[in-house]
């Protein structure tokens, strides 16, 4: 699983390198959701450390609803557990002067390419289960 997960933050991540912010073909909507969650980042830390993780879960098995982020609800898996496996490292290797602050919710231009890449690479839309 390490390397599936490695995988989709790597590819998100070279995508984001690769590209400029300007061309996406995304939805008005999702480019409204895209919008909305880089511009209440600051205030809105865990969210998307949250929405990273959950987006991240949710390429790397499709049929996880992603809403059970916890192993006490039914088919749930730990979204924490999760974060500090996978996710958390990725942040402190790639971004090493703001991995302390990141957990706490930092890298929003990263982050907002990324995630275009993965609404696009994945066909994500609203429904997410």
């Known amino acids: 699983m390490m390397n599936k997960v490695r ?7 070279q995508y984001a390198e690769s590209q400029s912010n300007s061309h996406f073909e995304l939805s008005e ?6 919008e909305t969650i880089v ?3 600051e205030s809105q830390k865990a969210v ?4 990273i993780t959950s987006i991240t879960k949710k390429i790397e098995t499709s049929t996880q609803d992603v809403r059970c982020h916890k192993t006490e609800l039914p088919n749930g898996y730990s979204g ?3 974060d500090t496996r996978y996710i958390t490292p990725f942040i402190h290797e790639k971004f090493q002067r703001f ?3 990141f957990i ?4 929003m231009n990263y982050w907002n390419l990324c995630c ?3 609404i696009l690479n994945k066909g994500i839309n609203r429904q997410v289960v």
């Open 7 to 13: 995988s989709i933050l790597e590819d998100a991540y």
């Open 29 to 34: 909507s999702q480019q409204k959701w895209v």
């Open 39 to 41: 511009e209440k980042s």
């Open 48 to 51: 998307l450390a949250l929405l």
């Open 80 to 82: 924490r557990g999760f």
């Open 99 to 101: 991995a302390r602050k």
């Open 104 to 107: 706490y919710g930092i890298g």
């Open 116 to 118: 275009k890449k993965l």
